[in-house]
C-alpha cells in the first residue's frame, strides 16, 4: 500500500525541498507522486541561491533562459555563465547548490603595494591557427599572499 498516496503532492514537495538536490532526484524513483513533486519549482527554487534572478540579469553569456527551475539548476551546475564582462564565471556545486566563482586571472592583481616589481608573467599555453585566440596561464614568480578582496567586495554574495 502505498502511504505517500494519501498525502498531497504540495506537502511532498515542500518536504522534499529540505533535503539536497541529489535526494531529491534519488526521491524522484519512489513514484509517480514523487516524481511529480520533485519536478516542481518549489523544489528546485529552493535549491537555487535567493539572488539568483539578480545574477542572471547580470550576465554577459547569451543563453536560453531554461523553462523550470530544475533546468536551470542542471544548467547551472553542468555549466557556467560569466559576470562582469567576462572577468568572472559562476556555477553550481552539483551536490549542494552553492555558488562556485572562476575567476579570470587578468582580474587579478599580484603587486604587492610598495612592490612595482612584476610578480608574475603571462605565458602563451595554446595559439589556435583556425580561430583568433590564444590560452595563456599566468606563471607566479614570487608571491606571499593573493589579495582578491576588491574583485569580491564588488560582487553580491548571499551567506548560505
Not at 540579469?57 to 531554461?66: A, L, M, R, V
Request: charged share 25%.
Amino acid at each position: 500500500m502505498d502511504h505517500f498516496a494519501k498525502l498531497p503532492e504540495g506537502c511532498i514537495s515542500e518536504i522534499v525541498s529540505f533535503t539536497s538536490p541529489a535526494d531529491a532526484s534519488a526521491l524522484s524513483v519512489i513514484s509517480k507522486r514523487f516524481k511529480s513533486a520533485t519536478e516542481s519549482d518549489t523544489v528546485w527554487g529552493k535549491f537555487l541561491p535567493s539572488d539568483i534572478d539578480e545574477i542572471i540579469s547580470k550576465s554577459s553569456t547569451p543563453f536560453d533562459f531554461p523553462h523550470t527551475k530544475k533546468e536551470l539548476y542542471m544548467f547551472l551546475s553542468h555549466s557556467h555563465i560569466l559576470l562582469d564582462g567576462g572577468k568572472l564565471g559562476l556555477f553550481l556545486d552539483k551536490r549542494t547548490g552553492k555558488k562556485c566563482f572562476i575567476v579570470a586571472a587578468s582580474a587579478l592583481d599580484f603587486t604587492e603595494r610598495n612592490d612595482s616589481n612584476r610578480m608574475y608573467m603571462a605565458q602563451e599555453l595554446i595559439r589556435s591557427r583556425l580561430f583568433t585566440y590564444s590560452l595563456y596561464v599566468l606563471l607566479l614568480l614570487k608571491i606571499k599572499f593573493v589579495l582578491i578582496s576588491q574583485l569580491l567586495n564588488r560582487l553580491f554574495f548571499n551567506i548560505g
